[in-house]
């Protein structure tokens, strides 16, 4: 790997796939995925690492400084080598690589999923987001819209022939969806409605990577109620299809403008005209007044997919960093002294640099780890014939997910941005390739609700759950690891992490406290904080399990620096990161309101 082109660390990954998740053997165990081996696996991983390091890196740059044009018919062009890239995903199964492949997916696990994105978010995050969406927006058609469109449409998605996307936000409403304004008009076809509306920063709102395109859109029928509630769900293709599925008129959806954003310049951010230019049909998906719930079925997918934007941005910033590190020769050795004769070393001798470099693979590699984990439950969760067993997972994802998109998005900003600061100047500049890393990673913290409102949430919401009853499981599997980590002899590690599960504990208490008393803003405004003390204990949790799955593989296989690095990172995470856990569980459970004085600002 050089400092400028992208690689991929596929030991890292095997290492949590195989080793540490056992992820073939848990899988293996149900009929659907029964005939996955190590091999097919293996192979898949690789030929994504291919795909990234040879047909998306290479187009991740030129993407970012030519960006997406649009004529004044409302048609956008993707950058140079982009209609390529995704000709050959479509014909390799990679749009969709969960999805049935008798439907034109992968047949692939979610966990399979979430790894493969990594591998291919990290090499070209804007290009990734156009698949993303489209596979996301399919599986919902696929369940919900009217019964003759769900399986044509579906598949035309999986396979790569149509895009999609996921249209919420409205001029003036921003993350209060339930503020939109955007009219569906029954038609004499109880399926068919005519909308009204326009709708903004639509990720992939058009393209010319594909022949067709699926929106997803919230609209309020006549007579609904106000609010979230009130809103309903349609699908609106760009070009509506004949009884044969052969594509046909022009819908009424165009692009108004597209905007010129501080990051992803290879994806349209789009304004979506609905109506402007001709009648704009739509289908119902569900009932009316069910599209909040509908959307949520995408929406918490997404999440969990901007989660996973955030480690491969933190990811792909390690490994641009590291290697850099390694190879810029500058200043003498500290041990020198004032020599004048002696050589100049590379900047990975560096203390300081070896921190910082310590903080992204600590940070990338538990992040994965964590992710990782999210979606085999995910998985589990589907497979399982046990409907107790079923419930916890589904409690486990629900819990998890708010935490996963707010930490992941925010650490892989702060890795990116640590990747800069690795280079020094020229880090800086749009020579190397860590300057626009930082650019892409900002908006993950923002779209697909904002980090403080995975926050609100996680608090509002997830906590109260049977009286904490999600918590409350989470934290009793928490200290069965860390009984099981102590046993294996990282005791003084567990004792650790046990006081900051400890002081988690009391956090929600305290946050639970608050809630019972009506001091509902003096909760959430402590809901950040608590989120961010969760994450770093779930990371850190990842951390000491990999360390105890190193230290059993080293007695059987032998010492190595991949057995090392785990042992290294759970020493380093509970020195310098875990502390910050302890402080945040100090902050939210302070009781100071200062900010809330309504005199300050």
């Not at 030991?11 to 998740?21: K, M, N, S």
């Not at 909308?195 to 067709?212: A, C, P, R, Y």
């Not at 509506?240 to 008129?249: F, K, N, P, V």
Request: aromatic fraction near 6%; include cysteine; glycine fraction near 12%.
């Amino acid at each position: 790997m050089s400092s400028t082109s992208f690689a991929v660390d596929l030991q890292d990954i095997h290492f949590v796939l195989f080793d540490q998740l056992e992820m073939q053997r848990k899988l293996g165990q149900h009929g659907r995925y029964a005939e996955l081996d190590r091999d097919v696996y293996e192979a898949t991983l690789a030929e994504a690492k291919r795909l990234a390091e040879e047909v998306l890196g290479p187009i991740n740059k030129t993407g970012d400084r030519v960006g997406c044009k649009l004529d004044g018919d409302g048609n956008v062009t993707t950058p140079p080598g982009y209609k390529e890239a995704w000709k050959i995903m479509a014909e390799g199964g990679w749009v969709a690589v969960s999805a049935p492949s008798e439907l034109g997916g992968g047949g692939m696990p979610f966990t399979m999923a979430m790894i493969v994105n990594e591998i291919l978010c990290g090499a070209s995050m804007a290009f990734m987001m156009y698949p993303g969406l489209t596979a996301g927006a399919a599986r919902v058609i696929l369940q919900h819209a009217p019964e003759r469109l769900r399986v044509p449409f579906a598949r035309n998605m999986f396979s790569g022939k149509w895009g999609g996307t996921m249209c919420l936000t409205e001029a003036g409403a921003g993350s209060s969806v339930g503020d939109n304004r955007c009219k569906a008009t029954p038609t004499d076809d109880p399926e068919v409605y005519l909308l009204e509306g326009e709708k903004i920063f639509i990720s992939g709102g058009d393209q010319d990577l594909t022949e067709n395109i699926c929106h997803l859109v919230l609209a309020r029928t006549p007579n609904a109620g106000r609010g979230t509630k009130g809103l309903s769900l349609f699908v609106v293709p760009k070009y509506l299809t004949d009884e044969t599925g052969a594509l046909g008129a022009r819908n009424g959806a165009h692009v108004l403008g597209i905007e010129h954003k501080m990051g992803i310049h290879g994806n349209a951010t789009c304004t979506l005209g609905l109506g402007s230019r001709g009648p704009c049909k739509g289908f119902l998906v569900g009932q009316e007044n069910q599209g909040i719930e509908l959307m949520f079925l995408m929406m918490n997918e997404a999440r969990i997919g901007v989660a996973a934007q955030g480690q491969a941005i933190a990811a792909a910033a390690y490994g641009f960093a590291r290697t850099y590190a390694k190879d810029r020769v500058q200043g003498q050795a500290l041990q020198s002294g004032k020599n004048p004769d002696a050589p100049p070393v590379a900047i990975v001798q560096h203390p300081d640099v070896r921190r910082m470099l310590m903080l992204q693979k600590v940070y990338s590699e538990t992040m994965r780890s964590l992710l990782c984990k999210l979606a085999l439950d995910y998985d589990l969760m589907h497979e399982s014939a046990d409907a107790a067993e079923r419930e916890r997972l589904k409690g486990r994802v629900d819990l998890w997910t708010p935490i996963v998109k707010a930490t992941c998005t925010d650490l892989g900003f702060e890795v990116a941005t640590l990747a800069v600061q690795t280079y020094g100047g020229y880090g800086y500049i749009g020579e190397y390739p860590v300057e626009q890393l930082v650019r892409d990673a900002k908006i993950a913290s923002i779209y697909e609700g904002t980090n403080g409102i995975q926050a609100m949430d996680l608090v509002g919401r997830k906590l109260r759950v049977g009286g904490g009853a999600l918590f409350i499981e989470w934290m009793n599997a928490a200290n069965a690891t860390l009984a099981e980590a102590a046993a294996a002899g990282l005791g003084a590690a567990a004792e650790a992490l046990g006081k900051a599960v400890q002081m988690l504990a009391g956090s929600a208490m305290h946050l639970a406290g608050l809630g019972k008393a009506r001091k509902v803003e003096a909760a959430m405004l402590q809901a950040s904080p608590f989120l961010r003390m969760f994450g770093t204990v779930l990371l850190g949790m990842e951390a000491i399990e990999q360390a105890m799955v190193a230290r059993r593989l080293a007695g059987e296989r032998g010492e190595s620096a991949l057995f090392t690095g785990k042992q290294r990172n759970l020493e380093f995470f509970v020195a310098t990161l875990l502390p910050q856990a302890i402080a945040l569980g100090k902050t939210v459970q302070s009781g100071d309101e200062s900010c809330l004085d309504p005199s300050l600002f």
